[in-house]
């Protein structure tokens, strides 16, 4: 019965209950592409741009921290990979884009003071 009952709404040029204008459909959809831009694209960029500022300024003598956890000085530096001191005598190489942070200065020299024996 309820499909006459819509023909019968449709003969008199009324409007379907629930059928929005195309105008406000896009709209919508257009409102919900903005917010996952604002959300989610625009501070994902955001942070890889930064990202990749830090690794081109890297410098021999800075203190990192990986994103595997290691802490150490670089000591070289090459195109795409950097070599870490992490102890004395102790160094190791990892790819530039693994760093995840440039520590303060001193960084590495303070730990080593307060974890020795007295």
Do not use: C, W
Request: no cysteine; hydrophobic share 45%; charged share 25%.
């Amino acid at each position: 019965m309820s499909f006459f009952i819509s023909d019968a709404l449709a003969a008199n040029g009324a409007p379907m209950p629930g059928a929005g204008s195309a105008v406000t459909q896009v709209l919508l959809l257009g409102g919900m592409i903005a917010v996952f831009y604002f959300l989610l694209i625009r501070p994902q960029a955001k942070k890889a741009k930064d990202h990749r500022k830090m690794v081109d300024e890297l410098a021999k003598g800075d203190e990192v921290a990986t994103n595997g956890g290691l802490l150490g000085r670089i000591i070289d530096i090459g195109d795409t990979f950097l070599t870490l001191e992490i102890a004395e005598g102790t160094e190791v190489k990892v790819q530039k884009t693994a760093v995840a942070s440039v520590m303060p200065k001193g960084t590495l020299r303070g730990k080593e003071k307060k974890g020795g024996k007295q």
